[in-house]
């Protein structure tokens, strides 16, 4: 079955403790989230175009009609295949919302799933086929749905599927008014599913700059209930990539 996806390009992975590594990004359309502090406000909706890179890293593009079958895609993603490439990244837009086009994939690089964890059920279709799952956990103060505490409780069911089977780490979005009530939230509900999960601080990358005093703060208070926190930017925005 098609899949409506936005870009498909190779760069290098720049948020959470992969941040560094190689990938080739296939961005899908769609997602059931209004985010303040979204960067890819394109993919909320079906464009109907979806712009894939010529040469891997090279930033040059041609544009081509959506949906896109599964071998389009496939063969794109082998093309900006490089030596250092590591995975394929599954971002959006929201992909859990194309898992069955994930599962007909069918390729041996190892899929990086990016998701805000909205759809435990749809986690549950493709847990078996994700060998890291970047899953994200929204704050009250995101504005991104009206329905927050059912939102809250979607995600933390798909961070506790995918913690079985993947190598899961959680992204939490630290905005400057974010404060230790409504973090607590977020580092209540993975200490419940497993403390060890890698706890991820991601200040939002915006003119508001996120005051060091206040990550500190918020680090030592996840930190007495989880095992492994960390404060880690958006380092592709540092080096100007995609």
């Excluded at 390009?9 to 720049?14: E, V, Y």
């Excluded at 859990?96 to 990086?112: M, V």
Aim: proline letters at 7%; one cysteine or more; aromatic letters at 8%.
């Amino acid at each position: 079955m098609p899949a409506y996806i936005n870009e498909i390009f190779n760069s290098i992975q720049g948020e959470g403790p992969y941040a560094g590594t190689r990938q080739v990004f296939v961005r899908f359309e769609e997602c059931q989230l209004q985010c303040d502090y979204c960067d890819t406000p394109q993919t909320r909706n079906v464009s109907g175009s979806c712009r894939i890179e010529t040469e891997p890293g090279s930033g040059n593009f041609f544009s081509t009609k959506t949906p896109l079958n599964r071998d389009d895609v496939v063969a794109n993603i082998v093309k900006l295949w490089t030596p250092s490439t590591k995975h394929i990244s599954l971002t959006g837009g929201e992909p859990l919302l194309n898992s069955d086009f994930i599962k007909s994939l069918d390729l041996e690089y190892p899929l990086y799933l990016e998701t805000n964890a909205g759809f435990p059920e749809k986690a549950r279709e493709i847990k078996n086929i994700i060998s890291i799952a970047s899953c994200d956990i929204k704050l009250p103060e995101h504005r991104c749905t009206q329905n927050y505490p059912e939102l809250l409780e979607k995600e933390l069911e798909t961070i506790s599927i995918l913690n079985k089977t993947a190598d899961t780490f959680v992204k939490v979005i630290i905005l400057p008014q974010t404060t230790k009530e409504s973090l607590s939230l977020a580092v209540e509900g993975v200490r419940s599913i497993d403390k060890d999960i890698p706890f991820i601080l991601q200040p939002v990358t915006s003119d508001k700059k996120v005051p060091s005093s206040l990550l500190f703060e918020l680090m030592d208070f996840a930190g007495e209930k989880l095992k492994d926190v960390r404060a880690i930017p958006q380092t592709h925005k540092m080096m100007n990539l995609l």
